[in-house]
Antibody
């Protein structure tokens, strides 16, 4: 079964850091472009970051650039999102998504929730 | 870069057809044939329903169809069923902007 499973979410204070993970199974992770997309409570979807198959290209939204770092370990079929200088507006459910079709996200995880509060 | 504009809600009776609009700009929807649509049920991750403006992934019902004209795209659900009640989001590739992908504001579909 093609699957993405996120973890690492939780409660963090403003200004704090957190690292999210996304483990892939059922497909060739090392040849797939993978992204992070978030959804604030009661709000819509927002692109956060993406990384190429071998990690040589990365993209970030303006809202997280300089604070978040995306990376991957193809030997572990795992995607990461290192989040720093967290703000209340970063509070959201974070999904990882595969770009299995060019410019479209065809596989999504169930999400991991991040709460930023003191 | 702003989110693509969708109506907040659309409703219809079982068996009817509904259409959801998605309005962007020449920098996103109008500039590329990379519009996709996602269905999201409460508490679940999104599901790809349409890619490349009007193509359906394997396993998606042919009751779902989509198109694009200029800076606007649309998703039509025909033969509305109770299981179609969900949130729907459009998305477009937007190279060169503040984010390579932009999503719509989302539309809640209610089956009456």
């Amino acid at each position: 079964e093609v699957q993405l499973v996120e973890s690492g979410g939780g409660l963090v204070q403003p200004g704090g850091s957190l690292r999210l993970s996304c483990v892939a199974s059922g497909f060739s992770f090392s040849t797939s472009y993978i992204h992070w997309v978030r959804q604030a409570p009661g709000k819509g979807l927002e692109f956060v970051s993406g990384i190429s198959a071998i990690g040589d290209y990365t993209h970030y939204s303006k809202s997280v650039k300089g604070r978040f770092t995306i990376s991957r370990d193809n030997s572990k079929n795992t995607l990461y999102l290192q989040m720093g200088s967290l703000r209340p507006e970063d509070e959201a459910v974070y999904y990882c998504a595969r770009e299995g079709i060019p410019k479209a996200f065809d596989v999504w995880g169930q999400g991991t929730a991040v709460t930023v509060s003191s | 870069q702003s989110a693509l504009t969708q109506p907040a809600s659309v409703s219809g009776s079982p068996g009817q057809s509904i259409t959801i609009s998605c309005t962007g700009t020449s920098s996103d929807v109008g500039g590329y044939n990379y519009v996709s649509w996602y269905q999201q049920h409460p508490g679940k991750g999104p599901k790809l329903m349409i890619y490349d403006v009007s193509s359906r992934p394997s396993g998606v019902s042919d009751r779902f169809s989509a198109s694009k004209s200029g800076n606007a795209a649309s998703l039509t659900i025909s033969g509305l069923q109770a299981e179609d009640e969900a949130d729907y989001y459009c998305s477009s590739y937007a190279r060169g902007s503040t984010s390579p992908y932009v999503f719509g504001t989302g539309t809640t579909v209610t089956v009456l």
